[in-house]
């Protein structure tokens, strides 16, 4: 069965601290794609970042940096020295080109 | 470039009535997604439209349709309203598909009572 597990529901830091957030996704697909969506209280979901199965390059940009291991089905998001802006729900998904699915988020709190 | 455009933001329909949500996706994005979220059950895919043709079906019941125009714009309609139909619809829409990944809107609000 697919399935993406955020296990982390709510996570607060001090602003300035490192944060990882975690995601395991379970799939029998041999090709798939893996992203990261930051939902702010605005609502909208904000693309972050996309992986494919094949590609296990770990990726930095800015504070931003994820982790990929196939071996262990995670796709990790860590966020250096947050931000009070970084404060929303991080939703991660796993899928083809046929449908996705969404882990149940975790919301993140940075304070000040 | 201007986003993807829900309308209407927020909607209050009462039990049994039929409601049609709108959306307006990026101009060239071709595919175009609808997805529910809801506090417990967190964001469900319901279908994809692409070039107008349904590609793709979430396990969702048949009070739940939806279509696309030539323009590319969609709409999805729930006929017999329930109240656990109470949600946040999101519209997405891709380039070509749903794993170039997606650009969302701002959503409907959708209240049953």
Same mark, same amino acid.
Request: hydrophobic letters at 30%; a neutral charge; glycine letters at 8%.
């Given at each position: 069965a697919q399935k993406v597990t955020q296990a982390q529901t709510e996570i607060s830091v001090v602003e300035k601290e490192d944060v990882t957030l975690d995601c395991v996704y379970e799939t029998r697909d041999t090709t798939?794609?893996?992203?990261?969506?930051?939902?702010?209280?605005?609502?909208?979901?904000?693309?972050?970042?996309?992986?494919?199965?094949?590609?296990?390059?770990?990726e930095i940009s800015g504070r931003y940096s994820w982790n990929f291991q196939k071996s262990t089905s995670s796709f990790n998001f860590t966020i250096t020295a947050s931000q009070v802006v970084d404060s929303a729900v991080y939703f991660c998904a796993q899928?083809?080109?046929?449908?996705?699915y969404f882990g149940t988020g975790t919301s993140l709190t940075v304070i000040p | 470039k201007a986003g993807v455009t829900q309308t209407p933001r927020y909607l209050i329909k009462t039990r049994g009535q039929q409601v049609t949500l709108s959306c307006s996706p990026i101009s060239g994005h071709r595919s175009v997604s609808w997805y529910q979220q809801t506090p417990?059950? +967190?964001l469900q895919f319901l279908f994809e439209y692409f070039s107008e043709t349904q590609r793709n079906k979430g396990n969702f019941p048949g009070r739940f349709s939806?279509?696309?125009?030539?323009?590319?714009?969609s709409e999805m309609n729930v006929s017999t309203l329930e109240l656990g139909d109470s949600a946040l619809y999101l519209c997405a829409?891709?380039?070509? +598909?749903?794993s170039y990944g997606y650009t969302f809107g701002s959503g409907t609000r959708l209240t049953v009572v």
């Amino acid at each position: 069965a697919q399935k993406v597990t955020q296990a982390q529901t709510e996570i607060s830091v001090v602003e300035k601290e490192d944060v990882t957030l975690d995601c395991v996704y379970e799939t029998r697909d041999t090709t798939y794609y893996l992203f990261w969506y930051k939902q702010p209280p605005s609502g909208e979901l904000v693309f972050l970042i996309r992986r494919n199965s094949f590609d296990e390059q770990n990726e930095i940009s800015g504070r931003y940096s994820w982790n990929f291991q196939k071996s262990t089905s995670s796709f990790n998001f860590t966020i250096t020295a947050s931000q009070v802006v970084d404060s929303a729900v991080y939703f991660c998904a796993q899928g083809t080109g046929n449908q996705f699915y969404f882990g149940t988020g975790t919301s993140l709190t940075v304070i000040p | 470039k201007a986003g993807v455009t829900q309308t209407p933001r927020y909607l209050i329909k009462t039990r049994g009535q039929q409601v049609t949500l709108s959306c307006s996706p990026i101009s060239g994005h071709r595919s175009v997604s609808w997805y529910q979220q809801t506090p417990g059950q +967190g964001l469900q895919f319901l279908f994809e439209y692409f070039s107008e043709t349904q590609r793709n079906k979430g396990n969702f019941p048949g009070r739940f349709s939806g279509r696309q125009f030539s323009n590319s714009r969609s709409e999805m309609n729930v006929s017999t309203l329930e109240l656990g139909d109470s949600a946040l619809y999101l519209c997405a829409s891709s380039l070509a +598909g749903q794993s170039y990944g997606y650009t969302f809107g701002s959503g409907t609000r959708l209240t049953v009572v």
